[in-house]
């Protein structure tokens, strides 16, 4: 089955980065676009940024120029390199994937920064 693992999140100060990691398995990963969400507490899930299975990728007007995304077929997974961190950028960030009608979430990473 498609699972999706997220890790690398943690406590940074502000301006630091930090990169995401999502490991996928269970679907042809270098075949389907992979995207990135974040929630902040008392928020709606909001976009981070998308990557096409060829590379092309979009971002999120409040994260352009400070995130990239990323993805390693090889490896089966995407990152999100996060810099110029800033404490509006806490939330659990999320990655996912759609296949044919379904959409599939990992569990989350816990991203906070510090002022």
């Known amino acids: 089955q498609v699972q999706l693992v997220e890790s690398g999140g943690g406590l940074v100060q502000t301006g630091g980065s930090l990169r995401l990691s999502c490991a996928a398995s269970?679907?042809?990963?270098?075949?389907?676009?992979m995207a990135w969400y974040r929630q902040a507490p008392g928020k709606q899930r909001e976009l981070v940024a998308t990557?096409?299975?060829?590379?092309?990728?979009n971002y999120g007007d409040s994260v352009k120029g400070r995130f990239t995304i990323s993805r390693d077929n090889a490896e089966n997974t995407v990152y999100l390199q996060m810099n110029s961190l800033k404490p509006e950028d806490t939330a659990v960030y999320y990655c996912?994937?759609?296949?044919?009608?379904?959409?599939?979430w990992g569990q989350g990473t816990q991203v906070t920064v510090s002022s």
């Open positions: 996912k994937t759609q296949i044919g009608n379904s959409n599939y």
């Open positions: 269970g679907f042809s990963f270098r075949n389907y676009f």
């Open positions: 990557i096409l299975s060829g590379g092309r990728a």
